[in-house]
Nanobody
């Protein structure tokens, strides 16, 4: 059994900052890519940022220069530092991990429950 638990969301003023954390736990052999997605009401889920196990990152154009993704492989944890927040960043932020488990071959996609970020103007 594998679980992803997000924390750090909340209400913030325009221009403010938040740091999201996602911790993976359970029967995990190895985590490959980790990432953050977001979904606003009435919109499709979109990639915000992702990071490989070796630390290579990729960002949505809309967050480049404002958001920073990082991870701690020893803790199976990924972070998203969000600065200069805008109202359009308001969404449910969902953690994703692509990982291997000890009991089966292949890689598997796991998703967290999401943490709400609201940016007030």
């Amino acid at each position: 059994q594998v679980g992803l638990v997000e924390s750090g969301g909340g209400l913030v003023q325009v221009g403010g900052s938040l740091r999201l954390t996602c911790a993976a736990s359970g029967s995990i052999f190895r985590i490959n890519d980790m990432g953050w997605y977001r979904q606003a009401p009435g919109k499709q889920r979109e990639l915000v940022a992702k990071i490989t196990r070796s630390g290579t990152t990729d960002y949505a154009d809309s967050v480049k220069g404002r958001f920073t993704i990082s991870r701690d492989n020893a803790k199976n944890t990924v972070y998203l530092q969000m600065n200069s927040l805008k109202p359009e960043d308001t969404a449910d932020y969902i953690c994703n991990a692509v990982l291997q488990v000890p009991t089966a071959f292949g890689t598997y996609d796991y998703w967290g429950q999401g943490t709400q970020v609201t940016v007030a103007s």
